[in-house]
């Protein structure tokens, strides 16, 4: 007797791992930007560790309340979606077989392999077809609102700890140079962690991500340079 197992996919994974990397890169960036330019513009070792920790805890709850309300948007639209699909099938049902079997000839069916699939995917679960093959709604990748937000909320407090930790421990003479320095290396394993989750090339990712965290530190590193000559 054959065993069957479900294969897994990382297209599974996208739902979290895409507001984890958001967060933690995120995190990283805005902390170690903000502790650069704050000690850029001369600021006390009090003042830019204030800073940092003001920035992890606002950003934190910006990061999660965001994430929540955009990806609530797109459930609230998903499942007006579906509501109306759900009255079309009611109103329409002959419609509907129509409309499925047109989407499954499309793809490449015969016409008559095409109705026979439309016909036993309505008498199993019309809702579902029409959500997984009109729609293009599926479980897998189905909104999630309060899972996003916490990803969101702990990977950026975890990226921003980083920063933060060395802002904490090193000399202020220091700082310059060791807070952009660990950044980018933490940014750079970020990306290759992300990219390998997600079955992408490794370095690649781990450039493209140093690469941007690279180009907002010193911006912001130059921004409080210029501001603390100024004041």
């Not at 979290?16 to 990397?21: E, G, P, S, Y």
């Not at 958001?22 to 009090?46: E, F, M, R, W, Y």
């Not at 639209?77 to 079309?88: C, F, G, H, S």
Request: glycine share 12%; proline share 3%.
């Amino acid at each position: 007797m054959p065993i069957h197992h479900k294969e897994r996919h990382r297209i599974e994974r996208i739902s979290w791992l895409r507001a984890a990397v958001l967060g933690a890169n995120d995190g990283i960036v805005s902390t170690a930007s903000l502790v650069l330019g704050v000690a850029a513009a001369h600021g006390t070792p009090t003042n830019v560790l204030v800073a940092g920790v003001a920035g992890l805890v606002s950003g934190a709850m910006a990061m999660a309340a965001g994430e929540y309300v955009s990806v609530h948007s797109q459930a609230d639209t998903e499942q007006a979606e579906l509501a109306r699909e759900r009255a079309e099938l009611k109103s329409d049902d002959k419609g509907e077989h129509e409309e499925l079997k047109a989407i499954y000839i499309g793809r490449g069916l015969d016409p008559s392999l095409a109705k026979q699939v439309a016909d036993q995917l309505m008498v199993h679960d019309a809702i579902d077809a029409h959500a997984r093959d009109e729609l293009g709604i599926s479980e897998t990748l189905s909104a999630r609102p309060i899972q996003a937000a916490f990803a969101s909320a702990g990977s950026f407090a975890f990226g921003a700890a980083m920063p933060l930790l060395v802002t904490a421990l090193v000399p202020e003479a220091s700082l310059i140079i060791l807070v952009p320095g660990t950044s980018l290396l933490f940014l750079a394993l970020l990306g290759a962690l992300a990219a390998g989750a997600g079955g992408a090339g490794v370095t690649v990712g781990a450039i493209r991500v140093t690469f941007w965290g690279a180009l907002a530190m010193g911006v912001t590193a130059g921004v409080g340079a210029l501001f603390g000559a100024i004041v």
